[in-house]
């Protein structure tokens, strides 16, 4: 079956200005997650959607940073105002809920092939 | 904050030899997974192997192995019979300890294969 897929692959932006990234999860998959990876820090979270809750936006580095998820399948990652520090790849995860997953491969994230972000 | 520690930044090894990629985590869960995951330079994250720590017994998936030793919250990776195609980043990671289960991950070993 599909896997996650990301678009667009690589963006290259001037700085100010707002760029959308777009995740499409694996079909029956209601937990998406945003990571970041940048050369100074490493993977870090971004921001967890599990169905129709609300998000968990506890890893957003900033209000420039926000997150949607549409009737509980594709994503979009907003950056406003976009910084130089911006620059990193972009990856989405997709995982079976927590309750619904069986016991053995329990929750286990399977990633895209990222968004590589550039701001000159 | 949860930590995972990898403390290799790089690591070589010849062809169709064996290596062995450490990991060091801290938990207080008594319950849960862990992830080896591989970042070759097409980005894309691939599941190697991932391990339940209930479980006695170390997974093993071909030629890839991990040795779990939960009181010492280690969990190593072992690639045997090395093929230049294992030639990636490698990322330990597991799962937070709230419901969201997002993964923390350690800071990577670059593995490189020798012909």
């Known amino acids: 079956g599909a896997g996650v897929s990301q678009s667009p692959s690589n963006k290259v932006t001037e700085k100010g200005k707002d760029v959308e990234l777009r995740c499409d999860p694996i079909?029956?998959?209601?937990?998406l997650y945003w990571y970041r990876q940048s050369l100074g820090q490493g993977l870090e979270f971004l921001i967890y959607f599990q169905g129709n809750s609300a998000p968990d936006k506890s890893g957003l580095p900033s209000d420039r940073f926000s997150a949607e998820r549409t009737g509980g399948s594709v994503s979009t990652l907003t950056i406003q105002r976009t910084q130089q520090e911006d620059s990193a790849v972009y990856l989405c995860?997709?995982?079976?809920?927590?309750?619904?997953?069986?016991?053995?491969?329990?929750?286990?994230?399977?990633f895209g092939p990222g968004t590589r972000l550039l701001v000159l | 904050a949860q930590t995972v520690t990898q403390s290799q930044p790089e690591m070589s090894v010849q062809e169709a030899e064996t290596v062995t990629l450490s990991c060091t985590y801290d938990?207080?869960?008594?319950?849960?997974?862990l992830f080896w995951y591989k970042q070759p330079p097409s980005r894309q994250m691939i599941l190697v192997i991932r391990q339940e720590a209930y479980k006695q017994q170390n997974a093993t998936e071909n030629r890839f192995s991990v040795n779990f030793q939960k009181a010492a919250k280690s969990f190593s990776l072992k690639i045997s019979d090395s093929q230049l195609g294992d030639a990636a980043m490698y990322f330990c990671a597991r799962p937070s300890n709230n419901a969201g289960n997002m993964l923390t991950f350690g800071g990577g070993t670059r593995l490189m294969v020798k012909p």
């Open positions: 938990t207080s869960e008594s319950d849960y997974y």
């Open positions: 079909s029956g998959h209601t937990a």
């Open positions: 995860a997709s995982s079976l809920p927590r309750d619904r997953a069986p016991k053995g491969p329990k929750e286990t994230q399977y």
